[in-house]
């Protein structure tokens, strides 16, 4: 009689556990991002929200854009804004430019720190700043002699990095290819954006590996929204695969006007409390911060979409 031959036990694969950051910079991008496509608020009630911000202990605010006034109503006291931030020396704060007449702008107006959004898709560059993005990728290294003559850092953020709502999905290479154009202009940091809100974490990760050999030791920061209710998962799956600098935006305001029933950005308090409860450091205080998205709320006079302005901090007294 023969023994049946023994399978051996079989161990489950593992996959090794991710390693967190112990602390992750958040930038509030509400007064910008913000309040971009809402009706022109004061000039006063900016300061009031930025007051309110400041107290929540962030360290980073983009505080505005040196657009056209025409195309971007909201933005027109942008030299204005930029005259009242010497009062929170406490803030790094940026300004969104659009062209290099916009870099002058924002530098002549005492900015130390300008964002250059470039489109990773034709269609939805020139529906936004009226070039294509080939003509976007071409404007980089101006930009940046232009800031850098000025002792000013430029950031690249690439918009539609995932998918574009004219021309779907943005194929992975065509980013890399710009985030490489951006390190090669001598860029000083890169930000990958889900403009519309489309993404998902595996495709996070996968674009965040498809960059990395590229853009080496640049630093690389995310900016999502919560169009489809991915953006606090999509912003934690960039965090574990290294990201520590992310956007967001008090109470979620904000959106964009080519993404249908778009509903803004990651609420700041509320990727603030995620990260917190993931033992990770962010500076912020969240009672601040609910206070904020509600001043916020007030400033434009609707509803906005932060779950913990709903619900509150569950550890809140």
Same mark, same amino acid.
């Given at each position: ?43 006063? !009630? ?5 007051? =309110? *911000? @400041?107290?929540?202990?962030? +360290?980073? $605010? &983009?505080?505005?854009?040196?657009? %056209? ?68 990728? !071409? ?5 940046? =002699? *232009? @800031?850098?003559?000025?002792? +000013?850092? $430029? &950031?690249?953020?690439?918009?539609? %990095? ?75 799956? =960039? ?79």
């Amino acid at each position: 009689m023969t023994t049946p031959a023994t399978t051996p036990a079989t161990t489950p694969a593992t996959t090794p556990a991710t390693t967190l950051p112990g602390h992750v910079t958040i930038r509030e991008v509400s007064l910008r991002d913000g309040l971009q496509n809402e009706k022109p608020v004061s000039l006063q !009630a900016k300061l009031d929200l930025l007051a =309110a *911000i @400041a107290a929540t202990g962030v +360290t980073e $605010v &983009e505080a505005t854009a040196f657009v %056209s006034p025409s195309k971007v109503p909201a933005m027109a006291d942008a030299p204005q804004m930029a005259e009242a931030l010497s009062g929170f020396p406490d803030i790094a704060f940026s300004a969104l430019v659009a062209s290099p007449n916009g870099a002058r702008r924002a530098i002549a107006a005492g900015l130390t720190d300008v964002q250059f959004v470039v489109a990773a898709t034709d269609e939805f560059s020139r529906a936004n700043v009226g070039r294509s993005s080939d003509e976007a990728v !071409a404007q980089i290294a101006e930009i940046t =002699a *232009i @800031a850098h003559d000025a002792d +000013t850092t $430029v &950031e690249v953020i690439i918009a539609t %990095s995932w998918d574009c709502p004219f021309e779907g999905p943005t194929p992975t290479g065509r980013v890399v290819d710009i985030a490489a154009a951006a390190r090669d202009a001598g860029a000083d940091r890169l930000a990958i954006a889900d403009t519309i809100g489309t993404t998902t974490p595996r495709r996070v990760t996968t674009l965040i590996d498809a960059l990395r050999p590229v853009i080496a030791d640049l630093p690389l920061g995310a900016h999502f929204h919560n169009t489809r209710g991915t953006g606090l998962a999509s912003a934690y799956a =960039a965090v574990g695969a290294g990201v520590t600098r992310l956007d967001a935006s008090i109470g979620g305001l904000g959106g964009c006007p080519f993404a249908p029933g778009a509903t803004g950005n990651i609420a700041t308090e509320d990727l603030a409390y995620l990260l917190r409860d993931s033992g990770i450091d962010t500076g912020i205080d969240l009672d601040a911060a609910i206070h904020a998205a509600d001043v916020a709320r007030q400033v434009v006079g609707h509803d906005l979409p932060s779950s913990l302005l709903r619900a509150g901090d569950r550890l809140r007294k």
